[in-house]
């Protein structure tokens, strides 16, 4: 727990410069390498796809779909890269004489493309009109989600959510990380809404709401996606690159729904105009 709280002592400061000070392509350019891990964590550490060359296309594609993402996700290239991909893909089974069996190579789009797609969306809202603002949302309702969660999960947490998948997990905390998510949404609206800001724009404490509800609801679906998976595949952790929390998908397991329901949020019912 200690390693925990530290590593996310120095993490959070780093970030926030990343994403609030640094240019927008050198956001784009770590989360692109970020996803390359992920793809590699998602195939190769749960031993689902073993083939190197097939777990070196899927980190690529994970490279270029995150910065198909920062070019505000152009639509023809997006299309010529995903027909090259599974070309490639489809072109490595033939290669084999039908060897490699069609599940890795599905395994492989959801690792190299449906996956870093989801959680680029990160990277979308970025380079939105008031996206150095936006950004910061994905993150305030996981994170205070989770650690609502954790909080209510301890000290209230009676009836198990699901224990097959995640036996840690309870009724109690996901109503916990529910509230926490709301709560800090509208902290963070509000102050958006502050007139000290730099920027004229005005908020709605209502979609706020909806942010923090929907967010964190989801929040627990993305995290159970994972869990599922390290379940099937026996492993306790997807690596081991964050001290405390393991590896990049372990962090950002339920981002892969928060990130890119906060994007449509604000495509849709935008919090701030």
């Not at 770590?30 to 793809?39: D, E, L, Q, R, Y």
């Not at 083939?51 to 996700?73: D, G, N, P, Q």
């Not at 089974?93 to 959801?110: A, E, Q, Y």
């Not at 730099?198 to 929040?219: E, K, M, R, T, W």
Request: charged share 15%; net charge positive.
């Amino acid at each position: 727990m200690k390693t925990r709280v530290i590593t996310a002592a120095v993490l959070i400061p780093v970030l926030l410069v990343i994403l609030l000070a640094a240019p927008k392509i050198v956001a784009a350019l770590i989360w692109g390498v970020m996803m390359s891990i992920g793809a590699y964590e998602l195939l190769y550490r749960t031993e689902l796809v073993r083939e190197t060359k097939l777990v070196i296309y899927a980190a690529v594609m994970a490279f270029c779909v995150t910065m198909w993402s920062y070019f505000e996700a152009i639509h023809a290239w997006g299309l010529i890269g995903l027909m090259a991909y599974t070309m490639l893909l489809f072109g490595e089974m033939m290669r084999s004489h039908v060897k490699m069996t069609f599940d890795k190579i599905c395994l492989c789009l959801v690792g190299g493309f449906l996956v870093p797609f989801l959680l680029s969306s990160l990277i979308r809202i970025h380079v939105m009109k008031l996206g150095k603002y936006l950004v910061l949302i994905p993150f305030i309702v996981a994170f205070a989600s989770d650690a609502g969660a954790y909080f209510a999960g301890r000290y209230f947490g009676a009836h198990k959510l699901a224990p097959v998948i995640s036996p840690h997990k309870t009724i109690e905390g996901a109503i916990g990380g529910v509230i926490c998510a709301i709560v800090a949404m509208v902290i963070y609206t509000v102050i958006l809404d502050l007139p000290f800001k730099n920027f004229d724009f005005s908020v709605n404490y209502l979609y706020a709401v909806i942010y923090g509800l929907g967010g964190s609801l989801v929040g627990v679906m993305g995290d159970l996606c994972f869990s599922v998976i390290k379940r099937q595949t026996g492993i306790k952790d997807y690596g081991n690159l964050i001290p405390g929390h393991g590896g990049i998908l372990d962090r950002f397991d339920s981002m892969m729904l928060v990130g890119p329901l906060m994007e449509a949020l604000i495509l849709l019912i935008p919090v701030a105009v």
